[in-house]
C-alpha cells in the first residue's frame, strides 16, 4: 500500500490528525521554551542577588580591615613624631615596641625619612634601613602631600614579592611631614585578606580583590592571580563598569576565557573592589540538566501523540465513511424518501434506523403542529404576502386581545397604531426580499394586562411546493428575564473565561461539567477531554490521601474546602495548586455542583524551594562571621541573630532574642547608665527612614548587665522596594578603644612619671587662657629646673636619677590643687600651671608666691634613694636637690602659649645666676 493511499491529505481524518498534532507540537514546545527561558531568568536574578550580598559583606569586611590599619599607624606617628628626626634609634626601639604592627601586618613595617630613605624598619630581619623609596608615588603622597594612602600592589625591594602598603605621615609639633611611616602587607604570605577569602564559593567560583585605577588583581582565591593586569579598557565592558565604580551584576567572559557570572562591591577607602564570580556551566547546570529532559520527554510525547491521533480515527471514522456512501448512492436513485438498508449492528446502523424512525414520525407529528402551536408560550403567527393573518396560537391572541377568529383576514393596521404597524410590515417584507429567516428585537405591549417587554422576534418566509413565497410564519418570544440573566451570567462567564486561576464545575458524582481557559492551559486538557470524568485525571499520587478525605469530608458537609494538591498535566509535568472547593446549592438547600477555584503555585513552590536553599547558604555565611548580627522587623523586634552575637553578648540560644524588643534587652541605656529611648535608637532610624548608619561610639549591654562598647553598622532590608526591617553588624572594641586611649595617654604623658608631658601642657595653657579671657581670672606659670640632679645620675646612676624624679613629681603634686596642672617637659625640667587665681594682678601674684615658695620648700627637703651597686646591695642614698623656679602671670590669650612659656623659661635662668633655690618672677 502507497504512501499516498495511507495518508490521504485530502481526507477529513488526515487533515483532523495533521492538526490535532500541529496543535499539541506547538503547545508543548512553546511551554518547553517559555518554561527554560523562565527558569534561566529567576536563577540568574537570584543567583545575582545572592552574589551580591556576599560581595558586599567581603567589601565591609576589607574596608573595616584597612581602616583599622590606617588608624592604628595614625596614632603610632604620634608617639614616634617627637623622636622621628632626633635619635634612629631611640625611633628603632620605639618602632619595635609596638607590637601591634607585627600583628596587623605579617611583613611590618618601616619609616622613611623626608628624603625617602628609610631610618628604621621591624622586623629587624628584614633589612629595609639605608634605602630609597622616594621614587614610590605612595611615599611621595605622603611626605609631599601629607595624605595618608593605601598603596597598590608592588614588587617589595627587599621581599621581592607582591605586596602593598599603608603609608601615613608623621608630623612635627608644627603640623609638618617630616617623615612617613609604612605597614607592609606580604600578599605573598598568609595575611589578614586570606581571612576574608578563606571559605570556598561553590565548587568553582572564586572571589578576587581588585585595584580599579591600577587595573590589577591583588588577591582572591585563586594567589596565582596576584598582581595579574585587569584587560585593558574596552576589552571587557563589564570589568569596565566595575572599575569605573558601578556594583553591577552580569554573565561576561573572566580574563582567563572562562563565561562566568560576576559581581562587584566597592571597598572605597582603597579604591578598590570586591568581584565575586561564579562559572556559568556551574551556576546554570540545573537549569540545563532540566531543560534537557524536558525537550527529551517533549520529542517522545509529540511521536506518542501522532501515532496514537492517526490511529483513533482511522479505527473510529470508518464506519462513517461507509454510511456517507450509502446516503449518496441512495439519493442518486431517487429514494432518498425509501428507508436506508441498516447493515450491521453498528453505530451507523442506529444512525440509519434513527433516519428512516424520522419520516415516520414527521407524518404523525403534522397532525400535533396546531395543537402544539397553540399550547407553546410564545406569539405565533402566519401572514400572507399582503399582511393578512392566516394564523395565530392563543399566546398571540394576548397581544391584540382578540380571538383567533377575530384577528384572522385582518392586518396589524387594525389593532395598533401606523408607526408599530409600518415597523411590523418592514421587518416582514425584509425576511420575504432575504428569502431566509431574520431575527430582530421588539418592544411589544399586550392588550390583555397591559405588559410591556422585549421580545426576540423570528420572521420566517413560506413557499410553497414550487418555491414561490406565498406568506410569512412569526414567533416572537420574550426575552426579557432571559436578558437580564443573559446580561449576569456574560458578565460572570466573562470573569471566569479570563480569569487567571482556574475553574472546574463538577456534579455531585464529582463529573466535570465545565473548565474554564486557565484550567486548560494549566492542566493541557481540553473541555472535550475531561467532560464526564472525574478530577483524578490530574491525579499525580503525591497528595497525602488525607488532605482527599478532608476535601471530601467538608464539600459533602455543605462546607468549603481549602488546600493544596500536587497534581499532573496532561504532559505529565508536576504541578502544585492551591485549591478552594464549595458546594453550590439549589433552591432546597441541597448540593447540585461543586466548584472549585485552583491557582497554580508551582513557580512559587520552586521559589520558595530556593529560597530556602539560599537562606540555608546565607545563614552558613553569616553564622561564620566573626562580627555580631541581627535583623529586627518593623515593630523593633528582633528576627535573628548569629553565633558571634550569642558570644560577644553573653547569650546562648538565639530563642532568648527572637520575637522580642531588641532595644530593650541590648541597647536600652547610654554608656553612662542614661536610658536610651527606643524613639531615638539609631539602628531602628534603618527601616523608620530607610537610611544605613554607622556608630563607633555607643554601648551594648551583655547578658550579665556590663556595657561593650561596640562599632556597629545598621542598614535597612528592603524587598520589592518596601523597607520590612533592618540587619545590624557589630564589632565588640572594647580592647581597641583600651589601646586608642593607652596610645593617646602615652602620646600626652611622661612615661617615667607619668605627669603631662609638652604637649599636653600646652593644650592645658589655650583651655586656661580662654577660661581666664571669660573669668578675667589670672593664672601662673612655673619653669623649674632641679639644681643638683646630675652628680646624683654620675654616682649612682640613671636608675637613682629616675627615682628622684618619681619623687619630685610626687612632691609637686602634693603641693597644688587638684585644678592645677603639673607637667615634665623634659630631663629634670618641670612646669606646674596655676589656675582661677584672683581678677587683681597683685593678689594673684601673691597667691602665685605662696604656691611657688611652697614648692621650692618642698623639692629642698632631702631625698632618700634606694639605690642597689654592682655586687647586688641595696643601700640608701641621702640626696639634696634644690630647683630654679623662674614664675609668669598671664591673663586671656595674650601672650601666646609658647610666649608664656619662653617667658617663665626666661625667669628660670633668672633664678640660676641669681645663685639658685631660688623663685624669680619674671619682668619685662
Not at 498534532?21 to 536563577?43: A, C, E, N, R, T
Request: some cysteine.
Amino acid at each position: 500500500m502507497s504512501i499516498s493511499n495511507t495518508f490521504n491529505f485530502h481526507s477529513i481524518k488526515s487533515r483532523v490528525t495533521l492538526f490535532t498534532l500541529g496543535i499539541f507540537v506547538i503547545g508543548i514546545w512553546i511551554l518547553y521554551f517559555l518554561i527554560s527561558q523562565k527558569l534561566h531568568d529567576d536563577m540568574q536574578k537570584q543567583l545575582a542577588n545572592q552574589q551580591s550580598s556576599i560581595a558586599a559583606i567581603l567589601a565591609t569586611q576589607v574596608d573595616e580591615e584597612l581602616r583599622e590599619r590606617l588608624n592604628v599607624l595614625e596614632k603610632i606617628t604620634e608617639k614616634i613624631a617627637p623622636i622621628a628626626l632626633i635619635d634612629n634609634k631611640l625611633l628603632q626601639v620605639t618602632l619595635e615596641e609596638q607590637l601591634v604592627i607585627q600583628r596587623l601586618f605579617n611583613a611590618g613595617a618601616f619609616v622613611v625619612g623626608a628624603d625617602g630613605v628609610a631610618v628604621a624598619s621591624i622586623p629587624s630581619s628584614i633589612k629595609r634601613v639605608g634605602i630609597s623609596y622616594i621614587e614610590r608615588d605612595y611615599i611621595v603622597a605622603a611626605l609631599k602631600d601629607g595624605k595618608s594612602t593605601i598603596s597598590r600592589p608592588v614588587i617589595g625591594k627587599v621581599l621581592g614579592t607582591p605586596l602593598f602598603n599603608v603609608v601615613v605621615p608623621v608630623r612635627d609639633s608644627q603640623g609638618s611631614v617630616v617623615a612617613a611611616l609604612a605597614g607592609v602587607t606580604d600578599l605573598g604570605k598568609p595575611n589578614f585578606l586570606d581571612k576574608v577569602f578563606q571559605n570556598s564559593y561553590s565548587k568553582t567560583g572564586y572571589f578576587l580583590l581588585e585595584d580599579a585605577k591600577n587595573r590589577l588583581i591583588i588577591t582572591g582565591t585563586d594567589k596565582r592571580r596576584i598582581m595579574q593586569k585587569l584587560p585593558a579598557p574596552g576589552v571587557n565592558k563589564l570589568i569596565d563598569r566595575h572599575v569605573n565604580g558601578f556594583d553591577d551584576t552580569d554573565i561576561t567572559v573572566s580574563p582567563l576565557g572562562v563565561k562566568v557570572l560576576a559581581s562587584a562591591k566597592r571597598v572605597h577607602i582603597a579604591d578598590w573592589f570586591i568581584v565575586v564570580a561564579l562559572p556559568v556551566q556551574e551556576a546554570f547546570a540545573p537549569i540545563d540538566d532540566m531543560k534537557k529532559h524536558i525537550m527529551l520527554f517533549a520529542t517522545l510525547m509529540t511521536i506518542v501523540a501522532g501515532g496514537l491521533i492517526w490511529w483513533m480515527l482511522k479505527r473510529e471514522l470508518v464506519p462513517m465513511f461507509t454510511a456517507v456512501k450509502q446516503l449518496a448512492a441512495l439519493s442518486k436513485a431517487g429514494g432518498s424518501h425509501q428507508p436506508l438498508p441498516t447493515g450491521v449492528n453498528n453505530e451507523i446502523s442506529e444512525l440509519i434506523n434513527g433516519f428512516n424512525n424520522l419520516l415516520d414520525v414527521l407524518g404523525k407529528r403534522s397532525a400535533q403542529l396546531h395543537a402544539l402551536l397553540q399550547s407553546i408560550p410564545d406569539l405565533v403567527w402566519l401572514k400572507d404576502t399582503n399582511g393578512i393573518y392566516m394564523s395565530c396560537n392563543s399566546a398571540f391572541e394576548r397581544l391584540y386581545g382578540a380571538k383567533e377568529a377575530d384577528i384572522i383576514g385582518k392586518t396589524d393596521y387594525d389593532f395598533i397604531d401606523k408607526q408599530q404597524a409600518d415597523l411590523f410590515r418592514e421587518n416582514d417584507r425584509k425576511a420575504m426580499i432575504a428569502h431566509k429567516a431574520v431575527s430582530n428585537e421588539e418592544w411589544l405591549t399586550f392588550a390583555e394586562g397591559g405588559y410591556r417587554g422585549l421580545f426576540e422576534t423570528i420572521k420566517v418566509p413560506v413557499k410553497n411546493a414550487n418555491g414561490q413565497i406565498i406568506g410569512v410564519l412569526g414567533i416572537s418570544r420574550d426575552m426579557s428575564e432571559r436578558k437580564a440573566a443573559e446580561l449576569k451570567l456574560r458578565m460572570l462567564s466573562t470573569a471566569i473565561e479570563q480569569s487567571p486561576t482556574s475553574v472546574a464545575i463538577t456534579n455531585v458524582e464529582a463529573k466535570i461539567e465545565y473548565i474554564n481557559s486557565a484550567f486548560t492551559k494549566e492542566a493541557g486538557y481540553t473541555l472535550d477531554e475531561v467532560l464526564g470524568k472525574n478530577p483524578r485525571v490530574l491525579q499525580s499520587g503525591m497528595t497525602d490521601t488525607k488532605v482527599y478525605d478532608d476535601m471530601w469530608s467538608k464539600i459533602t458537609n455543605g462546607e468549603s474546602w481549602q488546600g493544596e494538591f500536587v497534581n499532573k498535566r496532561k504532559n505529565g509535568e508536576i504541578f502544585y495548586e492551591e485549591a478552594y472547593i464549595s458546594p453550590i446549592k439549589d433552591d432546597a438547600g441541597n448540593a447540585s455542583h461543586y466548584v472549585a477555584v485552583k491557582l497554580d503555585v508551582t513557580s512559587r513552590k520552586e521559589a520558595e524551594r530556593a529560597l530556602r536553599e539560599s537562606n540555608k547558604k546565607m545563614d552558613s555565611l553569616l553564622q561564620s562571621l566573626a562580627e555580631g548580627a541581627y535583623g529586627v522587623d518593623n515593630e523593633g523586634n528582633c528576627t535573628f541573630v548569629n553565633n558571634s552575637f550569642l558570644r560577644i553578648l553573653g547569650y546562648e540560644t538565639e530563642d532568648e532574642l527572637v520575637g522580642k524588643h531588641i532595644h530593650e534587652l541590648i541597647h536600652h541605656s547610654h554608656a553612662d547608665g542614661t536610658h536610651y529611648p527606643a524613639s531615638e535608637c539609631r539602628i531602628y532610624a534603618a527601616y523608620r527612614n530607610n537610611v544605613e548608619d554607622h556608630c563607633a561610639d555607643e554601648v551594648f549591654w551583655h547578658k550579665s548587665g556590663y556595657a561593650i562598647q561596640v562599632e556597629y553598622w545598621s542598614q535597612p532590608i528592603v524587598v520589592d522596594g518596601v523597607v520590612i526591617g533592618a540587619i545590624a553588624t557589630f564589632f565588640d572594641i572594647t580592647e581597641r578603644k583600651k589601646m586608642e586611649q593607652q596610645i593617646r595617654h602615652l602620646a600626652l604623658h611622661d612615661v617615667l612619671t607619668n605627669l603631662p608631658n609638652r604637649r599636653l601642657l600646652i593644650e592645658r595653657i589655650s583651655q586656661a587662657q580662654l577660661s581666664s579671657k571669660r573669668s578675667l581670672q589670672y593664672c601662673a606659670l612655673m619653669f623649674m629646673d632641679l639644681d643638683n640632679f646630675k652628680p646624683l645620675n654620675d654616682a649612682h646612676g640613671h636608675e637613682a636619677g629616675d627615682k628622684l624624679l618619681i619623687e619630685v613629681a610626687n612632691r609637686l603634686l602634693k603641693s597644688v590643687r587638684e585644678i592645677d596642672t603639673v607637667a615634665r617637659i623634659g630631663g629634670d625640667e618641670f612646669v606646674v600651671m596655676l589656675t582661677e587665681l584672683d581678677t587683681d594682678e597683685s593678689l594673684s601674684r601673691q597667691q602665685a608666691e605662696k604656691v611657688s615658695e611652697k614648692i621650692r620648700s618642698a623639692l629642698a627637703e632631702p631625698y632618700f634613694i634606694n639605690v642597689t651597686n654592682d655586687g647586688g646591695v641595696n643601700t640608701v642614698v641621702e640626696h639634696y636637690c634644690t630647683a630654679s623656679i623662674g614664675v609668669v602671670l598671664f591673663k586671656g590669650t595674650a601672650p601666646s602659649k609658647e610666649e608664656v612659656i619662653k617667658l617663665a623659661d626666661d625667669g628660670m635662668y633668672q633664678a640660676k645666676n641669681a645663685g639658685r633655690n631660688k623663685v624669680i618672677f619674671y619682668e619685662k
